[in-house]
């Protein structure tokens, strides 16, 4: 029923809106302020992420010593993800609107990752498993980050079966 | 303190570890069993995502009329994200472990992007603004999906100031 709805909906509205063309997708971290700062420490400790640019929050830059970030953008394995103070006030927004999102790592060195991650302060969650997981098919070990944040850290270049996805298509 | 820490072990571990290389950073989204399904459709016809690889959770294939996805990929604007379901017994599990993470999707076509997401069945945030937000400086509105999950649309191509970044690093 839903699901009718939306593809009824879906499909008359594309018409009116047009082919919309998307340029990128960067998953963006909310960290309890004012710890984003920190975070962005760890990722570069745990996971070897650069900092290519941060703005802040322009409300608290001249009303704290240390000012909150708005939006530290990360550089990762090519890929970018930001990462952000979210305001006590915003607080419980941010926790109850999200979904649960983990973030995969691809990498060749799966084991030397986790163990990179956990010297950082990550805490490994179970054991590094082969054959089923967040990003397919692989090896495959999860870490929670002292911030909240689970990153599946997962062999490279493994697909999932495009025959499955035809079948359901 | 804690970042002291932070720097003093990864420093020292780095080392033993190595330089460890990511080749990807991939979002997973974790849906309430068994919505992935209907999420990946809602994906499709909000945001024009393309099913490119999908794996069925190997316990219930045999249980179910309706099989639990294990992880569905999609490619959205070049990008990957997967989409799996969560099955009710880790559901806490899940719920409790991820911080809070917004999907930002870059566009030159905002507005038009929100208004396909609405009509898809997305529930707008707020109004589209300009100059503050989730992924920096640029037109930036919200959007919540049927699933959780928030999403920033914003314009493309646009960055954190670096000088700032320069300053803090």
């Known amino acids: 029923m839903a699901q009718q709805e939306v593809q009824n909906g879906g499909a008359e509205k594309v018409a009116s809106a047009g082919a919309v063309t998307f340029t990128a997708v960067k998953p963006q971290l909310l960290v309890e302020a004012p710890k984003a700062n920190d975070a962005v420490q760890f990722y570069k400790a745990a996971f070897g992420a650069e900092e290519v640019g941060r703005s802040l929050h322009p409300k608290r830059k001249a009303e704290q010593e240390t000012p909150l970030v708005l939006s530290a953008e990360l550089q990762l394995g090519g890929f970018t993800i930001f ?57 495959v070990g999860k870490v929670k980050d002292p911030y909240g944040f689970l990153w599946s850290i997962c062999s490279s270049g493994k697909k999932c079966a495009s025959a499955e996805a035809e079948a359901v298509a």
């Open 83 to 139: 990462v952000s103070d979210l305001p006590v006030d915003s607080a419980t927004a941010g926790k109850t609107a999200g979904g649960a999102v983990v973030l995969c790592l691809e990498t060749d060195e799966v084991e030397a990752a986790i163990a990179k991650a956990v010297a950082a302060g990550a805490v490994a969650e179970g054991e590094v498993v082969e054959g089923e997981g967040a990003c397919c098919v692989g090896r």
